[in-house]
């Protein structure tokens, strides 16, 4: 807290998921938080554990195995201090510069802004002989098209960013119907969709956040 730094018991954190933590957390330290910390994965050594941000932002690959074997569960960020720049004037025309960019790239305003990264998933890892679909019939069953159709219910964007790509889901119905959380990337459309030849779309969302919170 600004300049106060402090390293407090997390016994009662130790088992929980990433989602369950940060609920104590904010209880304990007020909602103006920002944590970042690791689920049960990361405290088992799992070496593709990560650390998670916010409940749905993912560090790098082992970070989780290397906070758990540290004992540490959790950080707990909140202050009222500026961020002091080095170079105002360059860092704003910096800024500009990756401004016009942004709005000005019809992919990115057109594909990535409507549909997230899942727009390109299909195009770009679709294996023509996967379960004997073309990359249209994947896009069709699990394609940023079909997530934006089904389940997103609104647009998340980071803090002050003017291509906003990320999106909030929720299942209606189903098996896995109450389940609500952020969209996952095309990564996990890959890996847990396409990798695995599951074309459920809902059980890529329930799959997601477990990861999530693990």
């Known amino acids: ?3 106060c730094v402090e390293i407090k018991d997390a016994s009662h954190l130790w088992g929980k998921t990433t989602w369950e933590s940060e609920k104590i957390l904010e209880e304990e330290h007020g909602k103006d938080i920002q944590v ?9 050594l799992v070496r593709t554990s990560t650390t998670i941000a916010n409940l749905f932002r993912s560090g790098s690959p082992g970070s989780g195995a290397v906070w758990g074997s540290k004992g540490l569960k959790a950080i707990v960020v909140k202050g009222t201090k500026s961020v002091k720049i080095a170079d105002p004037e360059k860092f704003l025309e910096l800024v500009e510069k990756d401004r016009e960019f942004l ?3 019809e992919y990115i305003q057109g594909t990535i802004v409507g549909l997230g990264t899942p727009g390109y998933a299909p195009y770009w890892y679709w294996p023509q ?3 004997g679909l073309t990359a249209e019939e994947a896009k069709a069953k699990v394609g940023g098209e079909k997530l934006q159709e089904m389940y997103v219910s609104q647009l998340k964007g980071c803090f002050n960013c003017l291509s906003p790509c990320g999106r909030y889901f929720n299942i209606n119905t189903g098996k896995y119907a109450g389940t609500k959380g952020k969209a996952p990337e095309a990564a996990t459309i890959i ?3 396409f990798y695995c030849g599951n074309l459920n779309l809902a059980s890529i969302l329930k799959l997601n956040n477990l990861c999530n919170q693990y």
């Open 191 to 193: 890996t847990m969709g």
């Open 1 to 3: 807290n600004d300049d």
């Open 103 to 105: 709005l000005k790239n």
């Open 36 to 44: 970042c910390g690791i689920g049960q994965a990361g405290e088992n």
């Open 129 to 131: 002989d996967a379960r």
